[in-house]
């Protein structure tokens, strides 16, 4: 994998995990760096500890929050936790209850944090394993996943200092913004957001962070960026990260070449992939045989209940060549599921509350079956 894909694929490049990596990354940034700067206007954050690229998105997507998390307490907590360990210099030691004190003690919000409550304890539980596979801290002595049954459980951490680095940097007071917008817009000031540079970098990293960026109409300028400036962007992607660009009517993406194998790219090797890939080859064939229609946005349409009888299909057709998990798992259920991991890639939206369902024409590009052998040999038709 290049440098630069290190650099977007891990959340940073720290020295004590691999020193020859760190090396690498850090001698080969001037080979990139005016790309990163001119093109995406992305800073790099570099010393003796760590390398990390400030990776901004173009807009705020839902699926861009932290994968492990599922609540907005797990969010507070790792605020306070951030909090917390601010005053913690390196290899500076600790113990769990010293955290939980801190955390009572200072609110974010109207909750507050309550610890007799088995929810909240399984919330920090979450926390205290993010932070510590992203370095954050360190267990020295004890199991914290015994705060779950009991609130007084003792656990002895070790502050590894990179925790001062987590957060980004912000040019403007946070303090007055009132939504994410706000957060958006803080970073181009009084400029125009729709011409000249900012323009610019705004589509680099939608095309880098996003699975596909749609055409909102011809009203949409950055889309009118992406067709007017192909070829450049095209070299561009190539020539750093070997990545092809494509560009439809309705949709422009990257393509990463399979060999890559990249976090959280599309397709991969989870079992909901699979299904996801069966599932839109079916949807297609249902499209050919005129059972459902393309609208003029270039997507499918079709009602929450026609969705769930798709899957109830599905499952009965090929379920026996699934995983355990997705093999006893209720057609609803698997819908659910399904519906929120479309979402992710951004090749399906929920509309009227989530009665009807739009299929995006990122479904269209990607489909996939089972060899024949393996369906003769499930003993499916």
């Known amino acids: 994998m290049k440098e630069l894909e290190l650099l977007l694929d891990h959340y940073w490049v720290v020295k004590d995990d691999d020193k020859d990596v760190f090396y690498r990354v850090k001698d080969s940034i001037p080979e990139f760096k005016s790309f990163l700067n001119e093109k995406l206007g992305y800073g790099i954050i570099i010393n003796q500890y760590l390398i990390k690229l400030e990776k901004i998105p173009g807009s705020a997507e839902s699926f861009m929050g932290i994968q492990e998390f599922n609540h907005p307490r797990e969010y507070v907590l790792l605020c306070l936790l951030l909090m917390f360990l601010e005053d913690r210099s390196r290899d500076e030691q600790f113990v769990l209850s010293e955290i939980t004190e801190f955390i009572a003690g200072n609110n974010i919000g109207k909750e507050k944090i309550d610890w007799t409550?088995?929810?909240?304890?399984?919330?920090?539980?979450?926390?205290?394993?993010?932070?510590?596979?992203?370095?954050?801290m360190k267990v020295n002595d004890g199991d914290d996943q015994k705060f779950a049954y009991h609130d007084d459980a003792e656990v002895l951490y070790e502050s590894t200092g990179l925790s001062r680095y987590f957060v980004r940097h912000f040019t403007a007071d946070i303090m007055g913004f009132a939504n994410y917008l706000d957060m958006e817009n803080a970073e181009w000031g009084d400029l125009n957001a729709d011409r000249g540079v900012i323009r610019r970098q705004r589509v680099y990293r939608k095309l880098l962070m996003e699975p596909v960026v749609y055409s909102q109409g011809t009203e949409d300028v950055d889309y009118d960026y992406i067709k007017k400036q192909r070829g450049l962007m095209e070299a561009d992607f190539s020539k750093y990260l070997e990545y092809s660009l494509?560009?439809?009517?309705?949709?422009?993406?990257?393509?990463?070449?399979?060999?890559?194998?990249i976090q959280d790219g599309f397709p991969n090797t989870k079992a909901i992939c699979d299904i996801t890939l069966l599932l839109v080859a079916q949807i297609r064939e249902s499209l050919s045989e005129k059972k459902l229609q393309i609208n003029p946005a270039g997507g499918i349409t079709l009602s929450r209940v026609a969705f769930d009888e798709q899957v109830a299909v599905l499952k009965e057709k090929t379920g026996n060549n699934w995983s355990k998990e997705f093999r006893e798992m209720s057609p609803v259920g698997l819908a659910e599921k399904l519906v929120a991991y479309l979402e992710e890639f951004k090749m399906l939206r929920q509309l009227y509350d989530g009665r009807e369902i739009e299929i995006l024409p990122l479904a269209g590009k990607l489909m996939g079956s089972y060899p024949e052998a393996v369906t003769k040999g499930s003993g499916e038709n």
Not at 249 to 259: C, D, I, R, S, Y
């Open 117 to 136: 409550q088995y929810s909240h304890r399984k919330h920090f539980i979450k926390v205290l394993r993010f932070a510590q596979t992203l370095g954050l």
């Open 246 to 261: 494509h560009v439809h009517k309705n949709g422009a993406m990257l393509v990463v070449p399979a060999e890559k194998n």
